[in-house]
């Protein structure tokens, strides 16, 4: 099955502002880029056979995508937002003929082969998988192509996703796996991820 993962990445100067109460502007950007490059370490090695797409509005990410053996997508700047950066994957999966769009944020601090492996295993079977985050945010979505899907990233997206697969007649399930669902979005998160102590949790 022709698979595309698709991880969408703000600039690093952008990203996780909840942190912000603890780190300043540098370390934040600091943390965004270490768990950008371990996700594309990660299935750069264990995955070789899957493509992946980042899509970003920021030159500087664009050119880590592709030193990492990514290719990279350019949102415009400022106005686009995580679905429709999102969509944007979605529209160059369709158009490559991809029969598989798997999205992840750029932000797990874990990453696990057994639970991938998981993953992709129901992905065989339901037209769309997702693996939720702690916090009712989408951490994994696996959709079979050709599909008319719209994204609803944003508060109790999993459950969102989940519902409209449903009303759209598809075969869908969601999933909670423990390092997965773990997003470093909140100071807790990080602290949990550093607690736990492997992947990236241990540089965080
Ligand atoms: N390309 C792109 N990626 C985005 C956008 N918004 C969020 N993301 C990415 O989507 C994933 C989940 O993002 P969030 O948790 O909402 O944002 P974050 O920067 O990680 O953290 P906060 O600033 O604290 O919300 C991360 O990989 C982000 O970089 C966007 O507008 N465009
Ligand atoms: C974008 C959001 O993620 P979180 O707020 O958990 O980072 C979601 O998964 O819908």
């Known amino acids: ?47 070789p056979q899957l493509d992946r797409l980042v899509v970003t509005p920021s030159s500087e990410v664009a050119r880590a995508a592709r030193r990492a053996g990514a290719s990279a997508l350019r949102e415009p700047i400022g106005v686009a937002g995580l679905n429709a950066a999102v969509a944007m994957a979605l529209s160059y999966a369709r158009l490559r003929r991809y029969d598989r769009l798997i999205v992840l944020p750029a932000d797990l601090a874990i990453l696990k082969t057994v639970e991938f492996d998981a993953l992709l295993e129901l992905a ?27 994204f609803r990233y944003g508060a109790d997206s999993a459950r969102k996703h989940l519902h409209q697969a449903l009303e759209l007649g598809m075969r869908a399930v ?31």
Not at 124 to 135: E, F
Not at 194 to 200: E, F
């Open 124 to 150: 065989d079977r339901y037209d769309l998988v997702t693996a939720r985050a702690h916090d009712g945010g989408t951490n994994a979505l696996l959709l079979k192509l050709p599909n008319a899907f719209t």
């Open 1 to 47: 099955m022709k698979t595309l993962i698709a991880m969408p990445m703000k600039a690093y100067a952008d990203a996780k502002t909840r942190l912000s109460g603890e780190l300043d502007s540098g370390a934040r950007q600091r943390l965004a880029k270490v768990l950008f490059e371990y996700g594309q370490a990660f299935f750069s090695e264990n995955y």
């Open 174 to 204: 969601t999933v909670s796996l423990p390092f997965i669902g773990l997003d470093v979005d909140s100071p807790c998160d990080r602290a949990e991820a550093r607690r736990i102590g492997v992947g990236a949790g241990a540089y965080l």
